[in-house]
């Protein structure tokens, strides 16, 4: 199978390529070979845009539940079919019936193709996409600047033959795909839970509009937008060579004057996003908001002009402005701070992630702190059991916990404790825990802590030790898509040895001090209430492992680690989804994890759309 992304560049070349090739000459063919007047211009773009409406989500459903490459594959072919009955039949019905099968066809690849390439590339961050999206808008911009002279060309010969060769174009594209495209990461959707996902986020984005009165407006103006350029569309071409009339100097035809305004438009269509992205990327938010505001300003004076002026050559470099005024707002929302194309794909995890938000409150924060307290002292209690010598230690205090695992273990530090302000006799009480246990006094201090309580710990000589975040999702009924070639299992008291020694790996710990440390630390865990260990399999091979601990409705993800032959291969990706589906059947509402910046459990944590609630501090005292 071919690579991933050079398939996806492909596609977008060649689809650009037969659309240009067909929709360039399409409206010379409907007004001079099959005769549609005005209405029936518009009637046949109605046509199209109500197969694309009524089919946009079943077919969106399809993909989720059979196959996303065969219905990328069934989108080209039908493209393919939809032109070659409409060359064929140059008629009223048979322009209708063309565009109504192009406009099903559209829809079989409408948000597949983004995520089939977002699963075959195992989810890459925003910006890998980014680019792969920029490299094939070039790309589609290239194909069809060769595509709209070579479309005026075949049209000067006969205004079938472009329809015809975009459409055998089309199907060989299809045909091809079948058999490079390959789908080793993609898992089919429940029935249900498609349509339940479905049905909840257009109900979800309904609420949304529906509670603002900016995105009401901005809904309202989006369809009478897509009403006007539907009409626009379908009669610009009439409009100029009929209703206007192409100059009578240097004695062109009509066909070539719009050749050299097509190829016009086709070239500025591949410096137009190139100079944005270059000269405007870096723009602030509201520096993009004022450019698309006035961006929009001059495609709606162009269109005054085009309508008011009696002049071919006025009218046509009006319509090049709107043209490119529309692809400039494209290029600056790629180029902007938002979430970019991930966010768009229709189908699969690519847009899941992006709908995953949490609200970050103190109620959430103090929520997690409590329950990271309660599963520290679930731990050293596990010690104990296991070892009534064993020198771990915990106190409850305020509404965390002062935490002692003992000298060289990971965690001896307060948790949970700084949401509120501590005086310096509840500083002394913590110091003298710590100094019983012989480990030097430490506190996990969370960004959301009382500012003097920094003041206060510097002055008593506490410094940075390190950082860490913590990350939250709200968990609903969403299924997260399985990889093919990694299976999770669940680690069972039988198992664990295999669970250590793949922790041992991932985290390439080889002293046979710290193994000690990491082992005890790992068998403790396990013992706690609520706890499960999982290791994840590749093509039969234990190459990953996690752990989920539940407290409380939240479910924690810890204990990550990859052998390094499986690392970039989707084994972590596949846990983290897997866990946080247990999470959700035990009836958890949240799954949150810690991870230190920069770093890969940090990336993979962020690409699967987990928000940053907030960040800790560790300080230590060391006089």
């Avoid at 070039?138 to 060769?146: E, N, P, Q, T």
């Avoid at 162009?302 to 402005?321: C, D, E, K, P, Q």
């Avoid at 492992?545 to 291969?569: F, K």
């Amino acid at each position: 199978m071919a690579r991933p992304d050079r398939v996806f560049l492909t596609i977008a070349a060649v689809a650009a390529s037969v659309s240009t090739l067909a929709f360039t000459i399409a409206p010379f063919y409907r007004i001079q070979v099959a005769g549609l007047d005005n209405l029936e211009l518009v009637l046949a773009g109605t046509v199209m845009e109500a197969a694309v409406f009524c089919f946009e989500i079943p077919t969106g459903i399809v993909a989720d539940l059979w196959s996303r490459k065969w219905s990328v594959v069934i989108g080209h072919v039908g493209i393919g079919i939809g032109l070659l009955i409409e060359a064929a039949f140059p008629t009223v019905p048979g322009v209708l019936v063309g565009q109504a099968v192009w406009g099903i066809a559209y829809t079989f690849t409408s948000g597949a193709t983004v995520a089939w390439v977002s699963n075959e590339l195992d989810d890459p961050d925003r910006k890998v996409l980014t680019r792969l999206f920029l490299r094939a808008s070039r790309g589609g911009s290239a194909a069809a600047l060769v595509a709209v002279p070579l479309s005026f060309l075949l049209g000067g010969w006969s205004l079938r033959v472009p329809l015809v060769l975009a459409g055998a174009i089309s199907i060989g594209l299809g045909l091809w795909l079948a058999v490079v495209m390959g789908e080793r990461h993609f898992a089919p959707a429940g029935e249900r839970s498609a349509w339940r996902t479905m049905i909840a986020t257009a109900r979800q984005g309904g609420r949304v509009i529906r509670a603002s009165r900016v995105l009401s407006i901005l809904a309202v103006a989006l369809f009478l937008a897509g009403g006007a350029s539907e009409a626009y569309d379908r009669y610009v071409e009439k409009y100029l060579l009929v209703d206007l009339g192409v100059p009578a100097w240097p004695g062109w035809s009509g066909l070539t004057w719009m050749a050299v305004v097509g190829c016009t438009s086709a070239a500025l269509g591949v410096v137009v996003p190139w100079w944005f992205v270059r000269a405007r990327g870096d723009l602030s938010d509201d520096r993009q908001r004022h450019w698309i505001a006035g961006l929009i300003l001059v495609q709606v004076t162009a269109l005054l002009v085009m309508a008011a002026t009696g002049s071919f050559i006025v009218a046509a470099a009006a319509s090049l402005l709107i043209a490119r005024g529309s692809q400039r707002r494209a290029a600056g929302a790629v180029s902007g701070r938002g979430d970019g194309r991930h966010a768009t794909g229709r189908r699969g995890t690519a847009r899941a992630r992006e709908d995953h938000g949490v609200i970050v409150d103190r109620d959430l924060v103090n929520r997690l702190e409590t329950s990271a307290a309660r599963v520290s002292a679930a731990t050293v209690a596990a010690f104990v059991a296991r070892d009534a010598g064993d020198p771990a230690r915990v106190r409850p205090w305020a509404s965390g916990a002062i935490v002692a695992f003992g000298p060289g273990r990971y965690v001896n530090r307060a948790v949970g404790v700084t949401l509120d302000a501590i005086d310096d006799a509840g500083l002394d009480e913590i110091e003298a825990f710590f100094a019983a246990v012989g480990v030097a006094p430490s506190i996990e201090v969370a960004s959301w802590c009382p500012p003097e309580l920094l003041d206060r710990l510097g002055r008593r000589g506490y410094t940075t030790s390190w950082f860490r975040n913590v990350y939250a999702m709200p968990l609903d009924e969403a299924v997260p898509t399985p990889h093919p070639n990694v299976g999770v299992r669940e680690v069972v008291d039988a198992t664990l040895p295999e669970w250590l020694e793949l922790l041992a790996a991932g985290n390439e710990i080889e002293r046979p001090e710290d193994r000690v440390v990491s082992d005890e630390f790992a068998r403790a865990v396990h013992a706690v209430a609520g706890a499960t260990d999982f290791v994840a399999d590749l093509d039969g091979a234990p190459l990953g492992c996690g752990s989920l601990v539940r407290d409380d409705g939240i479910g924690w993800l810890g204990g990550a680690a990859t052998a390094p032959t499986g690392r970039r291969r989707g084994v972590q990706t596949t846990l983290l989804r897997h866990r946080m589906a247990v999470a959700a059947r035990s009836g958890c509402d949240i799954v949150a994890a810690t991870a230190r910046p920069p770093g890969d459990s940090a990336r993979n944590l962020s690409r699967l759309g987990f928000t940053l609630a907030y960040t800790q501090v560790v300080m230590t005292c060391h006089r």
